[in-house]
């Protein structure tokens, strides 16, 4: 990425930026840019942080299946419904699951390490005891996926009624009682995070526990982490963190760890949610290669006023001609 272009606002849409909440209007005082960093390699799927953040915003119950729907929760929403076919019951992230937890089921080549002869029988299926056959295991892959509070928002850019705001932490905040339920910000999201709350109609999303911030705590989610896997503080300290870890993995022959979303010069500026992943980012549900979509407007704008300029003078020019 090179330079850096502006919005409506006065903010920047794309390119590197250090400091979004000064780009935003805070004081140069303003609180260092905190964010998440998910170890997804210590993750056990326990939900605690789904639990902990439904807990601590009132998120009502919600469901694969939806309100009203026979396989899933009630009309009043307290019954938890079931997809059936994982222990992810939440599906996916949403207006009521501020923290997703994925499970991912995959069959991988077997670890070539044999353990010692006992001399009894193989308790697998024929072919695979010793070197016979390809022999597999099966592995999961679990990670907490969360709003990724990026450094160029398009939920943000996108709001018509400032109801999205960047806050003083660095996060991307949905005022509630702004917001009017247009649902522009949710094809903008270029990871499907923000979603209108059924029978509300306004968008929710993260909040990073703003509120708790605020009073000097972190928040609920990784308060709640019992193996640390959700990490919270300062954005820069996070990234270098995260670096240490990969190399540690690396080192311990995990050559498949990367990191997810904490390149500032990504396609939306570095995210202030990343993690480390053990896969590609699509196993995961994550875009390989996400690109803040509102990039393209200050060039989209004066194309179309260059359209428009132009066909204001083809009709002209054929008004005039007529009147000859």
């Not at 010793?130 to 892959?141: I, M, P």
């Not at 022959?253 to 053990?278: E, K, Q, T």
């Amino acid at each position: 990425m090179t330079g850096r272009t502006r919005g409506p606002r006065g903010n920047s849409l794309y390119g590197p930026l250090a400091d979004p909440s000064a780009d935003a209007g805070y004081p140069a005082g303003h609180p260092p840019r905190v964010g998440f960093f998910t170890d997804t390699s210590v993750c056990i799927g326990c939900k605690a942080c789904e639990v902990a953040c439904k807990e601590w915003n009132a998120l009502p119950v919600d469901s694969p299946a939806g309100p009203g729907d026979p396989a899933g929760p009630g009309a009043d929403g307290d019954v938890l419904g079931l997809t059936g076919m994982s222990y992810d019951n939440t599906g996916a992230l949403g207006a009521s699951t501020y923290r997703h937890v994925a499970f991912i089921e995959q069959t991988v080549p077997a670890r070539t390490a044999r353990g010692v002869d006992l001399g009894m029988p193989g308790s697998g299926p024929p072919g695979a005891d010793g070197d016979a056959g390809d022999a597999t295991e099966v592995r999961w892959l679990m990670s907490s996926d969360v709003c990724k509070h990026c450094t160029h928002a398009a939920c943000l850019d996108v709001c018509p009624t400032g109801a999205l705001i960047r806050t003083e932490h660095g996060t991307v905040l949905v005022q509630d009682d702004i917001c009017n339920g247009c649902g522009y910000c949710i094809p903008a999201c270029p990871y499907g995070v923000i979603d209108q709350r059924k029978g509300d109609g306004r968008a929710f999303k993260c909040t990073m526990c703003q509120d708790r911030l605020g009073a000097g705590l972190m928040p609920a989610c990784a308060t709640a982490c019992p193996t640390e896997s959700i990490q919270f503080g300062p954005l820069d300290e996070l990234r270098a963190r995260a670096a240490q870890r990969v190399d540690a993995l690396h080192a311990a022959g995990v050559s498949a760890a990367r990191l997810y979303g904490h390149d500032p010069d990504d396609g939306v500026g570095g995210a202030g949610a990343f993690f480390l992943l053990l896969d590609e980012p699509e196993v995961y549900g994550l875009p390989p290669d996400p690109v803040v979509t509102t990039r393209d407007l200050p060039s989209m704008w004066r194309h179309a006023a260059a359209a428009a300029l132009t066909v204001a003078g083809t009709v002209a020019a054929a008004f005039l001609g007529a009147r000859r």
